[in-house]
């Protein structure tokens, strides 16, 4: 267990360090964690609006941040280019994200050319209807991108690092909230990238360690 939890330490460090250097993306990410924390409230009440809300407000707000703007150019602090970065992401780098996005963007065609989902759903008996059978659909694309990448680590790395993400994931919007409840506030005084990941890094490794590529997250 103790192995477990450093690395949930080092994921969720290495995942700060490397993707969260805007103040805009940790002001999104802060209102991403808090509608996600409503959603994980409305789950077991009513799932289609978990689904919609953890959809409409958490994943676009959260993506936002990183497609939009997160820097892209060489990383100082880390001393790594945003390429290998990508290439090194543990979880959902931008281009699998895009593919995942693709799918959830285009699933509700599914249901207009078959809308009880081959006999899953009662035929709509309106928009209501209609909306929250395509809630179902989004709520299945989250756990299956989930699943299927928790899966995937467990070949292409081992069970722990596929096992440690899944937990990093579902507890990011706790997390969040901790790290992030002050951006909105510094990004008001201006503040567009936080200054804070240096002063860490510079306070937490040493020069040698510094020049070091990044750990794979």
Do not use: C
């Not at 009513?46 to 892209?72: C, N, S, Y």
């Amino acid at each position: 267990m103790e192995g477990f939890l450093e690395a949930l330490r080092i994921q969720r460090w290495d995942d700060h360090r490397y993707y969260h250097h805007s103040r805009i993306n940790q002001s999104l990410h802060l209102v991403s964690a808090i509608s996600f924390l409503f959603a994980y409230l409305m789950i077991f009440k009513d799932p289609a609006i978990a689904a919609l809300a953890g959809w409409l407000v958490a994943m676009t707000t959260r993506q936002a941040g990183h497609f939009f703007f997160e820097p892209k150019d060489y990383d100082e602090v880390n001393h790594a280019t945003h390429e290998y970065k990508e290439e090194v992401k543990v979880g959902y780098n931008l281009r699998r994200k895009v593919v995942l996005l693709t799918i959830w963007a285009l699933s509700p065609l599914v249901l207009y050319f078959n809308p009880t989902l081959f006999g899953l759903f009662a035929p709509p008996e309106g928009t209501a209807d209609l909306v929250r059978h395509v809630a179902i659909v989004w709520l299945a694309i989250g756990v299956g991108g989930v699943l299927f990448r928790t899966v995937q680590l467990f070949f292409i790395k081992d069970v722990q690092t596929g096992l440690v993400w899944a937990t990093k994931i579902l507890t990011d919007p706790f997390h969040d909230i901790k790290l992030y409840h002050k951006a909105p506030l510094a990004l008001l005084r201006g503040e567009l990238i936080d200054p804070g990941i240096r002063a860490t890094w510079d306070g937490d490794e040493d020069e040698d360690e510094a020049e070091e590529a990044p750990r794979p997250t």
